[in-house]
């Protein structure tokens, strides 16, 4: 039996109108519905900073978000929550600089659009001017409809947030699958609402497989997945999980290279190389 092979960002999916793949030189919103419709699925990682974003838009990796996840993979907290807009703003302008093709997508924290949908425009359009993203994300179902509606009239593109949603955590009572049974339905009824006031797509964290393929389905918009099984029009990783640079990963992210082991052999190299006196050598030095 024949290996299946992958495919590129502009490969048509088998059995396809090869015209009906989408590969363009910038990642709209719009190409993302094109993809879904294309059956063509979305990639996307988490960026933090210039040389993530750098290559993995020489990748061809399709969204780049710059999460508030930055709070314990970056700033070292052990939570989201701690993240303010003051923090997210150079992290979303340094991967928005070197993003290439990627649409950049950047969270909005906790506090920063709760109060009201005013403040959830205020907040975005710091995010749009100061750190130059192309897209918002914000976490919540239909309670946060009238800021979803808020922003997308300010003309501001919005990405949906579902499922297990790191702002709640503790409400939720730690990280935990979110709808499972009755709950499947509520999930549902939220992706809907959320493509009704204008998400251009929706991501799907920690939700069982056969429920995100029921949501994916009902809606035209994309789904992105992440914990959320194999039938979501896309999948995110954080990028020091896909990469192996934590020290501990969920169950859901798979490790495609082990850059930790990676890194830390390259600094004790070096480390060792400048107590023994071989770095720097003759190579390294200017004569005048």
Excluded: C
Excluded at 16 to 25: E, F, G, I, R, T
Excluded at 76 to 104: C, F, K, N, Q, S
Excluded at 114 to 141: C, D, I, N, W, Y
């Amino acid at each position: 039996m024949s290996q299946p092979t992958s495919r590129s960002p502009g490969d048509a999916v088998p059995g396809q109108d090869p015209a009906l793949a989408v590969s363009p030189k910038r990642v709209r919103v719009h190409h993302l519905r094109a993809m879904k419709e294309a059956g063509q699925k979305i990639t996307m990682l988490t960026a933090y900073d210039q040389s993530t974003a750098e290559i993995f838009a020489e990748a061809g990796v399709d969204v780049l978000l710059v999460g508030d996840s930055a709070g314990d993979n970056v700033l070292a907290h052990d939570t989201t929550i701690p993240v303010t807009v003051d923090e997210m703003v150079p992290l979303v302008r340094a991967v928005a600089r070197r993003a290439g093709r990627a649409l950049v997508v950047a969270d909005l924290p906790f506090g920063s659009y709760h109060a009201s949908p005013e403040q959830a425009v205020s907040t975005s359009v710091r995010l749009m001017k100061e750190g130059l993203t192309h897209a918002v994300k914000f976490e919540g179902g239909r309670s946060v409809v009238p800021h979803v509606r808020a922003v997308s009239g300010a003309g501001i593109a919005f990405m949906g947030h579902l499922g297990f949603t790191p702002q709640a955590e503790h409400a939720l009572g730690g990280k935990r699958v979110q709808g499972r049974g009755g709950a499947a339905d509520e999930l549902l009824a939220d992706a809907l609402a959320l493509q009704e006031a204008g998400a251009f797509a929706v991501v799907l964290e920690m939700v069982p497989a056969p429920v995100a393929a029921k949501v994916t389905a009902a809606l035209d918009v994309p789904t992105i997945g992440i914990g959320a099984g194999p039938d979501t029009d896309g999948q995110v990783l954080v990028w020091t999980d896909m990469a192996g640079m934590s020290t501990w990963s969920p169950r859901f992210a798979k490790r495609f290279a082990d850059a930790r082991s990676v890194l830390l052999q390259a600094a004790r190299d070096y480390a060792g190389e400048v107590r023994g006196g071989a770095f720097p050598g003759p190579e390294h030095s200017y004569d005048r």
